[in-house]
């Protein structure tokens, strides 16, 4: 049982920061795989927000790039995003993915508001 368990989400003001983490657990992700992050406004479709791959540079959808770093620490089977200049728009459940095993994290919950 592999598990991916996300936190570091909340309540932030506009142009502030939050730091998300993605904690695989139960198992073994390895450094060789792709990680994500995606979000889900509500009542929106859940949308790819950024990849990480070993051996290649991080990339990101043009809605955060410049704003949102991917990062991930192979020793702790742990996936970042560094989340900087949040806008409302920005505010959604914040899911991570290990891509090619297909699974998801339960997501963690992102507001951006004054």
């Known amino acids: 049982q592999v598990r991916l368990v996300e936190s570091g989400g909340g309540l932030v003001q506009p142009g502030g920061s939050l730091r998300l983490s993605c904690v695989a657990s139960?198992?073994?992700?390895?450094?060789?795989?792709?990680m994500a992050w995606y979000r889900q406004a509500p009542g929106k479709q859940r949308e790819w927000v950024a990849t990480?791959?070993?051996?290649?540079?991080?990339r990101y959808a043009d809605p955060v790039n410049g704003r949102f770093t991917i990062s991930r620490d192979n020793t702790k089977h742990t996936v970042f995003l560094q989340m900087n200049s949040l806008k409302p728009e920005d505010t959604g459940v914040y899911f991570c993915?290990?891509?090619?095993?297909?699974?998801w994290g339960q997501g963690t919950q992102v507001t951006v508001s004054a």
């Open positions: 990480i791959a070993p051996g290649r540079s991080p």
């Open positions: 993915k290990a891509i090619e095993h297909n699974l």
């Open positions: 139960g198992g073994f992700i390895s450094s060789f795989d792709a």
